[in-house]
């Protein structure tokens, strides 16, 4: 018979933690399961002494368990101490590996160590993290198996198999090959899977004879032994039959099992199959399946905080009480100012109904909602953001109207009324605004940040779906044919599709029959054509322009190859209903030629070069198609003073966020390693303060509300961010030459270590020295002209300036 | 786009200096003033205070290179002005001087400005032409990658060696000892990496034992004497063995090569500037004096 429980709470990270210690405080019968032999793993699992921030700070905590930012053992240590006050149920070593509807009501929850409890309401808080993928085999649990590697050097003269074939474990296993004996299990015959680096980094290790790899092989059995020297044993499966090995310690690093499939399994739907997305949930967390709740990173919520106020508030709804949630003065604070407010719940119930966007959207998402954006009350005339801004919010109108500038010469503008929105093509394309807005009479906006909508768009299906609509529509108006109605270009609208390519994927060759255009949406694409056996690059063409016009118009193969120079998104425009379009708008058809006289002149002066395309396609292949602004130094000039990196340390408080030396080299043109303001910044994808944003003229910046976390670092494929502690003050030159007090300018960087008490390290990069004034610091102080800042528009230009 | 630096802004700073040459030639020419031409005359004052306010803005730039916040200009622009307007300062000056030296302190000024000019006429031709051999040098590795590489190498061959025989071991060892990269200003202008001292013992190891199978070498540089153990008296597996040592050596001695010419040419890229600067600030001194003592002993 299974044990019975009212509430089981699945999961004891902060959500599910505070969940339980609420239902303890409020003498519910509860029970809180947990896999692993500790609390909250995904925080123990931290580096040791690691900070943990508690942000956002303008949220109230409301939990019976204390957080505050602090250590990691500190904060483990206060929950630990919670857990046993407050008497909490814990059950550790029960995995949960299925959640079923009882029949009779109530839920069924199967763990993996073979018990069973039932529960009339289940709280999930299994985070994202997932669990870690065991051995698999008997033995997987021995103390000397183990999962994790904190300290390589920790380990000397041991005799350790590591199981894996990805980065941790390669990485892993070279650096404990440095003191052991190192063995290292594949059960593949390649290293595939791992980063180039450290595939090569095995391979050496191997071929040196300091790594001994089995490939194609497998564990059957690790036994633990009680005579000899070695603590154990370890059976493979090899391809040639088994192998015995006797070892000192197993570590695993087979990666970890997505929670999803696990949700899934309970009968929890996702909005779509996107990874990013989240499961819907209701303003109480309730799931679809009714009694099962889900609570903190798994709804959505990736703060600590956050989650823990969503334990408390749980177990609260479970018992059928009404809680004010903790937003409610933030939110009340926010809609107070907007005309006619009464309450919270009426503003966001006339939010919902004024904008259809947002109709769709659940009680919960539009609260979270609500709490990124903003209130924009603008009086008429107003500008709520001009033409080549680089910024990129999403507005919603709730109440009167906003003015587009269409043409600024001409002053034509048209109008867009209540429930419509704008802003999304920069927020789509990550590029300049295309168009000025003014405010109307009465203008009411919601003005949400582009992390914000990201997450709405990624989640609810139906938002994407409408904001795509409306896309395309405007794309062709305001690319092609400004003139022509909704209704005219309904046609070309319903033929059109959007479409998706990798990075170097062909949207088509040249030779082709031409059927389509395609308009650039996200990303870009290169234009190239084959001559003499070499493919040679002719233009790059930015989010926001067309390609495949020339075959439609009038010439019927396509004269070039265009190829996506990143991962790109375009809309395709069915080729028979855009003649149409053209032969309808006469205008059209002369813009249509007049540009591709252009192009064509273009492409043959490119041409004509004897390297000009190769300068491009080399900088492409650095990265440089979704750069903004990159930073290029002509070796041919640059007398490798360094005051480049001297200038940027100095304009930014000791810490130089630009490396000369490092970066690839062709033709002198050095791309050195600096950041390069991505159209659509890789660090910004995971930060859960939201600390990195972007600022009206394109610099990507870190603001102070950086909590050191690190992700931003790893997400940058150009290894441009990177951690480091505020550096002391720097003193006057005058105060140098004469006192000797401190670093002088342009001197030496601070010692590394040399830090406060409880600082943490900050991620650090560069902002284009946005607050310094008078351009990048590193541009301007270089004496030879060796470094300069362009935008991949430029690449054409630049390359034949250089033949 | 990138352009240099005597180009800069289409050589804006080439026709200023240009001009005010010009402009003080013109006067000097046209200008009687009643007597030999001295630094004494109107025309004398004035040129030499364009002169010393020449001087005192050219060293301006030492501090605006170093502010790197707010100021004015690029730093290209100054440092291209800085070479045109510096150039113009030997026409000023020698017109200032109406030709008179001796073995004074207003001679001297001029010396030590000469020195300063020239010097840097030598830092424009360094700048101008170290670079693109530098970045040929390099073959875009960087100067910390080739380091470890040789690092690396030098692991491998001992290893290897260890395998050969003890000897050799010695020799591979002592040769992974001195070869030195970088050290005094003067090792590093001269581009050399030690590892030439090496092959010496590399060949009194070989000797040696050759003199026990009273094989005669003289003059054999290392690698000879390697392929010669090779043919002579390696077993198979040895010969293999020394092959890839050979290979090893004889890469690493490329790369040290390599390094210690990106060393000279870094060194070459910095060394006059310390003959620029210093003597900048003694010819400060002496344009302290010579003004001083110009008023003075009228």
Redesign the interface.
């Known amino acids: 018979m299974a044990e019975r429980f009212k509430i089981a709470i699945v999961g004891s990270g902060p959500g599910g933690l505070s969940a339980a210690a609420r239902a303890a405080e409020r003498g519910e019968s509860h029970v809180l399961l947990e896999a692993e032999p500790h609390l909250s793993n995904t925080i123990f699992r931290y580096q040791k002494g690691k900070f943990v921030m508690d942000e956002p700070g303008i949220l109230p905590l409301r939990s019976p368990v204390p957080f505050k930012a602090g250590s990691r053992e500190t904060i483990l240590g206060a929950w630990d101490e919670s857990a046993t006050r407050l008497k909490i149920n814990v059950r550790h070593g029960h995995e949960v590996s299925a959640i079923k509807q009882a029949t009779g009501g109530g839920f069924e929850l199967k763990c993996g160590n073979g018990q069973s409890i039932t529960a009339d309401f289940v709280v999930m808080g299994i985070g994202l993290q997932g669990n870690i993928r065991k051995l698999g085999c008997p033995g997987e649990d021995l103390p000397f198996v183990q999962y994790q590697l904190d300290d390589p050097d920790e380990y000397s003269g041991e005799t350790i198999v590591v199981i894996g074939a990805g980065d941790a474990a390669i990485e892993n296993a070279v650096a404990l090959a440095k003191q052991n004996n190192v063995v290292i299990v594949n059960r593949k015959d390649e290293f595939a899977r791992a980063k180039k680096g450290n595939e090569q980094a095995i391979l050496k290790a191997i071929a040196d004879g300091v790594i001994e790899c089995y490939y194609n092989s497998g564990p059957e059995r690790v036994d633990a032994l009680s005579v000899g020297r070695k603590k154990g044993r370890m059976i493979l499966n090899t391809s040639s039959g088994k192998a015995q090995i006797l070892i000192d310690r197993v570590i695993a690093r087979l990666g970890a099992t997505a929670p999803r499939g696990f949700v899934e399994g309970c009968g929890v739907v996702f909005p779509n199959k996107d990874p990013a997305s989240v499961p819907a949930i209701s303003s109480q967390y309730e799931s679809n399946v009714k009694g099962l709740y889900i609570v903190g990173a798994l709804g959505g919520y990736p703060l600590i905080k956050q989650a823990m106020n969503q334990g408390y508030e749980v177990i609260e709804y479970i018992l059928g009480n009404k809680v004010e949630p903790a937003d409610e003065p933030l939110l009340k604070a926010k809609f107070v100012k907007m005309p006619g407010f009464r309450s919270v719940d009426e503003a966001l119930a006339r939010i919902q109904k004024n904008v259809p966007l947002l109709a769709s959207i659940t009680p919960l998402q539009l609260r979270e909602f609500m709490l990124d954006s903003d209130i924009r009350i603008l009086a008429p005339g107003e500008t709520i953001f001009a033409r080549n801004d680089y910024t990129n919010t999403f507005f919603s109108i709730v109440e009167g109207d906003v003015q587009v500038v269409v043409d600024e010469a001409t002053n034509k503008r048209i109008a867009l009324r209540r429930g419509e929105f704008f802003g999304e093509m920069s927020l789509i394309s990550g590029r300049r605004r295309s168009a000025t807005v003014l405010a109307g009479a009465n203008c009411v906006l919601v003005e949400t940040p582009r992390r914000s909508m990201n997450r709405l768009i990624a989640s609810v299906e139906a938002v994407k779906r409408h904001i795509d609509e409306v896309f395309i529509l405007r794309a062709l108006q305001s690319r092609f044919a400004p003139e022509a109605s909704a209704d005219q270009l309904a046609d070309v609208v319903a033929g059109a599709r959007l479409e998706r390519f990798k990075a170097g994927d062909v949207l088509f060759n040249e030779g082709e029959v031409g059927d389509c255009l395609h308009l650039v949406r996200v990303g870009s694409l290169t234009i190239s054509r084959n001559i003499g056996g070499k493919d040679v690059v002719l233009s790059y063409v930015p989010a926001g322009n067309y390609v495949g016009e020339m075959a439609l118009m009038g010439e019927s193969r396509r004269s070039a190859t265009a190829r996506a120079a990143i991962a790109s998104e375009t809309v395709r425009l069915d080729g028979e209903s855009f003649k149409k379009l053209v032969n309808r708008i006469p205008v059209l058809r002369l813009r249509l030629q007049s540009e591709y006289r252009q192009r064509t002149a273009a492409n043959l002066a490119m041409q004509a070069l004897p390297s000009g395309g190769d300068i491009i396609s080399f900088l492409l292949a650095q990265g440089a198609g979704e750069a903004t602004d990159i930073l290029?130094i002509?070796?041919?000039?640059?007398?490798?003073?360094d005051?480049c990196e001297?200038?940027c340390a100095?304009?930014h408080g000791g810490t130089s966020r630009l490396d000369r030396?490092?970066g690839?080299?062709f033709a002198?043109v050095?791309v050195p390693t600096s950041c390069r303001h991505c159209e659509h910044p890789h660090c910004m994808k995971d930060c859960p303060p939201d600390a990195i944003h972007r600022a009206p003229n394109g610099e990507v910046f870190i603001a102070d509300n950086c909590i050191g976390c690190g992700n931003c670092e790893r997400n940058c494929p150009y290894g441009v961010i990177h951690m480091s502690y505020k550096p002391p003050k720097k003193p006057g030159?005058i105060q140098w030459l004469l006192l000797g007090r401190g670093h002088g300018?342009?001197e030496a960087p601070h010692d590394a270590h040399d830090h406060a008490e409880g600082e943490i390290k900050k991620a650090v990069k560069c902002d284009m020295c946005k607050d310094?004034?008078?351009g990048p610091?590193c541009?301007?102080?270089?004496?030879?002209?060796?470094a300069?800042r362009?935008s991949p528009e430029e690449f054409p230009?630049?390359a034949q300036?250089?033949n | 786009m990138h352009d240099s630096i005597l180009t800069y802004a289409r050589s804006r700073y080439l026709w200023i200096a240009l001009a005010l040459t010009l402009a003080s030639l013109i006067a000097y020419i046209a200008y009687d003033p009643g007597g030999p031409p001295n630094g004494g005359t109107w025309l004398g004052y004035t040129l030499g205070t364009i002169g010393a306010a020449l001087i005192v803005w050219l060293m301006l730039f030492g501090m605006r290179k170093r502010s790197y916040r707010n100021s004015p200009g690029t730093l290209r622009g100054w440092l291209s002005a800085h070479i045109y307007l510096g150039t113009s300062l030997i026409l000023i000056v020698l017109l200032h001087s109406g030709f008179q030296f001796g073995w004074n302190i207003h001679t001297l000024a001029f010396v030590l400005m000469l020195v300063v000019i020239f010097s840097g006429f030598f830092g424009v031709y360094v700048y101008l032409r170290y670079p693109n051999l530098m970045t040929r040098n390099r073959d875009s590795a960087t100067r910390v990658a080739m380091l470890d590489e040789v690092a690396e190498i030098d692991q491998n061959a001992l290893a290897l060696a260890d395998g050969i025989d003890p000897k050799i071991h010695a020799v591979v060892l002592r040769s992974i000892q001195n070869t030195k990269l970088g050290g005094g200003v003067w090792t590093q202008l001269r581009a050399r990496d030690g590892s030439d001292i090496a092959l010496d013992s590399l060949h009194g190891a070989l000797a040696e034992r050759d003199k026990r199978t009273e094989m005669k070498t003289t003059e054999m540089p290392t690698m000879f004497a390697m392929v010669d153990f090779l043919a002579g008296r390696a077993t198979d597996k040895q010969g293999e063995a020394m092959r890839s040592l050979i290979d090893l050596i004889s890469r690493k001695k490329g790369l040290a090569t390599k390094v210690a010419r990106d060393m000279q040419y870094q060194a070459m890229m910095e060394i006059w500037l310390y003959i620029h600067v210093p003597l900048s600030f003694a010819l400060l001194a002496a344009l302290t004096a010579h003004i001083v003592s110009s008023f003075f002993y009228w």
């Not at chain 1, 002509?634 to 003073?641: A, F, I, N, Q, Y």
């Not at chain 1, 541009?779 to 060796?786: D, E, F, L, M, N």
């Open positions: 290029l002509d070796e041919s000039l640059c007398v490798r003073c005051n001297k200038a100095e304009t030396e490092a690839p080299t002198n050095h030159l300018p342009g310094v004034g008078g610091a541009v301007r102080s270089c004496p030879t002209g060796a300069i362009i230009a630049y300036s250089r």
